[in-house]
């Protein structure tokens, strides 16, 4: 099919506009001076293999694996939320059959990993991480629990703003993109070198969700939209590997 018979405007590819993502090397954000390459980048051709696999399976996918309050005996302590929202391409397309995984702080602001010591309380109900398929129409959908600031180590009295990671894989491992969704009107942003390292700021407001009457349940959970723009104009920003 072609654009007059689909009626999509198709745009041609074109990096992202300047400023738009975050830079390899942010000093503010201390990590990036280890992260950041010192000398130019060697561009490897991507052959069968890379293009191809390893691919991850859609039977590996469980059906409850996008509810994040429902992998335990009981639920986990916190605001319940649900996260929803489509991937598109930079024409607007949906993207079907994506991969998306999330994972996130519990509502004390505490990750269950070995390395997070700070001293907010595990919750023995919540795992943080998730997993879901986009559907036909490019859209996925996240029952969790809004996850809390924390602190971190990269300057005095820093904190993290609330915020959920997303990691989106096309149909291989090597089509992936990671980023971060926040929530409105976090008094952090302000203070967060993570958010700041985007220097455009209708840039930045892509990585805020959107609170959304519609998806919210009475009595249940409120609901949040975050959509991810794959490239274009309105591209999400994403983190750089």
């Not at 001076?33 to 691919?55: C, D, F, M, Q, Y």
């Not at 598109?88 to 390395?115: K, T």
């Not at 998730?130 to 904190?159: C, L, S, V």
Request: hydrophobic letters at 35%.
């Amino acid at each position: 099919m072609d654009s007059v018979s689909t009626g999509v405007s198709i745009k041609p590819y074109a990096r992202p506009p300047k400023g738009s993502q975050p830079p390899s090397l942010y000093e503010p954000y201390r990590a990036t001076k280890k992260r950041a390459p010192l000398k130019p980048l060697i561009v490897l051709p991507h052959t069968l293999s890379e293009i191809t696999g390893p691919i991850f399976g859609h039977e590996r996918v469980g059906e409850k694996d996008n509810d994040l309050t429902c992998q335990h005996a009981e639920e986990p302590i916190g605001e319940r939320i649900i996260v929803s929202g489509r991937v598109l391409d930079s024409n607007g397309r949906p993207v079907p059959n994506a991969l998306i995984e999330i994972w996130q702080a519990n509502a004390g602001g505490r990750y269950r990993h070995v390395r997070d010591q700070h001293p907010a309380p595990l919750d023995p109900n919540f795992s943080g991480a998730g997993r879901t398929m986009t559907d036909e129409q490019g859209a996925y959908r996240f029952i969790t629990i809004k996850p809390g600031a924390y602190p971190w180590f990269n300057h005095y009295n820093a904190w993290r703003p609330a915020h959920v990671h997303f990691s989106v894989f096309g149909n291989a491992f090597i089509t992936r993109l990671v980023t971060q969704m926040y929530f409105p009107g976090d008094p952090l942003f302000a203070y967060d070198p993570i958010f700041q390292s985007i220097p455009d700021e209708r840039a930045r407001e892509r990585l805020i969700s959107k609170f959304d009457l519609e998806t919210t349940q009475p009595q249940w959970a409120k609901g949040f939209k975050f959509d991810i723009v794959l490239r274009g104009p309105e591209a999400t920003p994403f983190e750089k590997s």
